[in-house]
């Protein structure tokens, strides 16, 4: 049987010259048909990427505000993007570039005798003369700059130095900057004075992920867009269109998860999915591929932990994270997952018939179930303790032994009551039954109070401190050694109404702004929940300290109108009486010569109120508050 071969290849030398055979294995760069073979394969990233505004998936709001500049000619002069990565910063700025150099010779023609100069197109279909060279980044009067290598100030004087000549055939001359937060600062302030007053045939287009590192002088010289995030139902359908298109076969499931992963980028979403289609091999990709391919733990044994966590069943959740970390799972990982279920516990608690889960039907289900079995105050304690423990995972020596730890937390704090509960305790009631059911928990039983302070425990005895005067705040505050923040209270707080959980009070001249969120986190921690702490500036009753010093005074005239008292001071001219108990006086009777001290008399209106050496039987206690 005769043997195919290749087609000879045409000769370009003298007739009887033979050329060199071509390399037919090689793929061309530009991806050309013909004797280089069939085209190299370009990613859905690449592919699909955006080529008019309509295209913009999310972006509405920026579309909208350049559609209206361009309609009425208000066009800035530099614009700023933003946003996470792949959300199209760089797309979008080759959009703008291609709108502000638009032109078509069927748009010219209709223009009836209007000048291009003065009408940039924001509808780019079809495509103008500039357009390709434009999204291939290839146009002279287009230039391109990453701020990551191009960061001194010598770059920024080239590039100022080519924006004041005319552009070669287009409109504008724009340039584009990607990265611009890598600039140096001399290269920022090298750039101010331009980008504030550019000639008019230049526009400066940036792009940043980090806009915080931008200089406000800089950000203040541009009109600024926030591309958003792709929410993941929204990234989800994307790719289910791009899978239509493609003519491939993944899983909605794994679309799901691909679009989670993905973190709204949808660059990164296209990345994994190209990989994922692979995995199918040209059958339907599956989610236990998906799974797989990116690292994942299995999101129904993480609901199955979840489940033992609620159910405070501490072996049985220590078991399955312990079996899912040995299997391979990340500890870090494994904690963000329980905090995506925590997340949606509590959009299914807040959404209640509106919520729609964004995978299985069977995820769902068993995710409103364990809404039902908890509270939102329990959903959102669950979250701080993932929060804290995701960190703890960072900076442990061990991540799974601290990711087991965490997971024991949670599970001790769901056998806690919630803190509805708690709070139905402290006020004196029955507890109110949560949502969750747990039979084999005793009910939680309230104590009535023995104590000014009163203290409610549950089963495992975690003490509640209850506080309903201002009293019992302060008397608090003295048993904790709480000096400076009882100091303040006594001297700033002039209580208008005091229950638990609200405190609401006057304040006196010169109360420190952050005096009402000092108070309000002490007792809180205290407490375990959650306080009203409102402060007017109406007068109102005397404080404490006020209080006190007033009947000081009192007693202080009252002792210097005893008759022997008035006796001592007529025989001792410029004598003073002074309390011993008073911290003032204390300090000035410490502070004063010792001549001076022999004219003090000492009043003492601690245990026996007494006059030392001269009234001994003076008796006079102070009131009780």
């Known amino acids: 049987m005769a043997s195919k071969k290749p087609p000879k290849p045409p000769s370009d030398g003298p007739e009887g010259d033979v050329a060199e055979p071509r390399d037919t294995m090689t793929a061309s760069m530009f991806a050309d048909d013909g004797p280089l073979g069939p085209p190299a394969y370009q990613v859905l990233a690449r592919k699909y990427r955006p080529t008019r505004f309509e295209d913009l998936v999310g972006q509405e709001a920026m579309v909208r505000t350049l559609t209206n500049a361009f309609r009425t000619g208000r066009i800035a002069h530099a614009f700023m993007l933003t946003g996470v990565r792949g959300v199209g910063k760089t797309t979008t700025a080759r959009l703008l570039a291609r709108a502000l150099n638009y032109r078509t010779r069927d748009w010219e023609s209709n223009t009836e005798g209007k000048t291009l100069v003065d009408h940039p197109f924001m509808n780019l279909d079809p495509p103008g003369e500039h357009c ?22 010598s770059d920024m004087r080239d590039l100022l130095d080519g924006a004041r000549y005319a552009p070669v055939s287009a409109r504008y001359k724009i340039y584009i900057i990607d990265e611009v937060h890598m600039l140096s600062t001399a290269a920022f302030n090298a750039l101010l004075k331009t980008l504030e007053e550019p000639p008019p045939h230049v526009k400066f287009i940036f792009a940043t992920t980090e806009i915080r590192k931008v200089p406000v002088t800089v950000l203040s010289r541009c009109q600024r867009f926030n591309l958003q995030r792709f929410s993941t139902e929204a990234l989800t359908e994307h790719l289910a269109n791009i899978c239509k ?4 076969k993944v899983a909605p499931e794994a679309l799901a998860l691909i679009a989670r992963a993905a973190e709204g980028s949808a660059r990164d979403a296209l990345s994994i999915l190209d990989q994922a289609i692979v995995q199918g091999d040209g059958k339907e990709a599956s989610v236990e591929q998906v799974r797989d391919m990116l690292g994942l733990a299995d999101r129904s044994r993480v609901l199955d932990l979840m489940e033992k966590i609620i159910a405070a069943d501490h072996q049985a959740a220590l078991t399955e994270a312990a079996a899912l970390l040995e299997q391979g799972a990340d500890a870090p990982v494994l904690i963000k997952d329980l905090m995506d279920s925590v997340v949606e516990i509590s959009r299914a608690q807040a959404l209640k018939d509106g919520y729609a889960f964004v995978g299985p039907a069977d995820w769902g289900k068993r995710t409103k179930a364990m809404a039902a079995q908890l509270s939102p105050a329990q959903s959102a304690r669950m979250w701080r303790l993932l929060l804290q423990g995701f960190e703890d995972c960072a900076r442990a020596p061990d991540p799974s032994a601290a990711a087991q730890m965490v997971v024991l937390r949670m599970a001790a704090a769901a056998s806690l009551p919630s803190p509805e509960d708690a709070m139905q305790l402290m006020a004196g009631g029955a507890a109110v039954p949560t949502p969750k059911s747990r039979p084999e928990r005793e009910p939680v039983r309230a104590e009535a109070p023995t104590a000014s302070a009163t203290v409610a425990q549950d089963d495992h005895h975690h003490p509640v401190v209850r506080m309903s005067s201002l009293h019992e705040i302060i008397a608090e505050l003295e048993v ?16 208008a109404e005091i229950d638990f959980g609200h405190f609401r009070y006057s304040a006196a001249p010169n109360t420190p702004s952050n005096l009402s969120q000092k108070i309000k986190d002490w007792l809180e921690s205290v407490s375990g929940v959650e306080w009203e702490v409102l402060q007017s500036d109406d007068g109102g009753p005397e404080s404490t300290s006020e209080k006190r010093k007033r009947r000081g005074r009192e007693k202080l005239q009252a002792a210097q109108a005893h008759p022997r008292i008035a006796e001592a001071l007529r025989l001792f001219p410029g004598a003073r009486v002074l309390r011993v108990d008073d911290p003032d006086a204390q300090e000035e009777m410490d502070d004063a010569p010792e001549p001076a001290r022999a004219n003090i008399i000492h009043v003492d209106f601690g245990h026996r109120e007494r006059v030392e050496g001269i009234v001994p039987d003076l008796e006079e206690r102070e009131d009780d508050e």
């Open 132 to 153: 390709a060279s434009i999204m291939e980044s290839r146009h002279p009067d287009v230039l391109e700059l990453d701020a990551a290598s191009h960061t001194g100030v």
């Open 245 to 248: 298109a493609e003519g491939a």
């Open 480 to 495: 904790r050694r709480e000096a400076s923040l009882k100091y303040e209270i006594e001297r700033f707080v002039r209580p």
